[in-house]
């Protein structure tokens, strides 16, 4: 497990402006605050009343794959609504940090309104891959967690050379730089390993990550790949020769 990333070395002066990250994570934040998980809301109860609170709100708003494809108009937009909604404290936090690390940069360099519509269209892709994989599964799903894996797999085209600080468990969390080419595609690695351990219960959706994962990577080689290329300048003519 690789946590608390950051790019310590920013060598830009001014602090890039990422209004659209700052907005879906403040969004993110006052959804979970105001919904049932996070358990602040005295309107959802305590006890057993809150777990039944939690489990509507999360069967109503997240994605449920064996209700995905009955054609119901709703459901269809369960895989949107999913990405606001969280399971917890430690999903929450642990989504947040990874899109605030990853996401300012990866905006900057798209713009506003390309950025929103990868996000939310990676983040709605990856749900969907999900369920048409478990499409028997009742397990609802929610979060941002391929959306913002979307946005990884942009960042390792865009910025591979880019430094990020890990703290790795097996090396008692000592605080090591490695360039993303390096770091993303080992955590790719885990979810892919993890993937294969995992069942249709409750849990992690490791397969959306790595959907959301690949998304990222294919929309900005496509996207970025041609106008990142340096064309070689012709070789000036002799003197009293002319170029084609």
Known sequence: M???WRVPDRRAVRRPSAPVTYALM???CLIFLIGPASGLNP???????????????????????AELFEGSP???LTPATALFVHGSWVHLLGNMLFFYVFGVMTEERM????FTLFYLGCGYLALLGYACANSDSGQSLVGASGAISAVLGAFLFLF???RVTSLLPF???LPLRFPAWLVLPFWAALQWLAA???TQGPGVAYLAHLVGFALGLLFAWARFGPATRVRAAPAPAPEGENQP
Do not use: K, M
Not at 43 to 65: I, S
């Open 160 to 162: 591979p050379r880019a």
């Open 171 to 173: 090396l008692f969390f």
């Open 2 to 4: 690789i946590s608390n």
């Open 26 to 28: 403040t969004l993110c």
């Open 196 to 198: 294969g351990r995992a």
């Open 74 to 76: 709703r459901a269809a």
């Open 111 to 114: 713009g506003r309104v390309q």
């Open 43 to 65: 309107a959802y109860g305590t006890g057993d009343e809150l777990l039944a609170a939690q489990r509507a709100y999360f069967r109503h708003w997240g994605v449920v794959p």
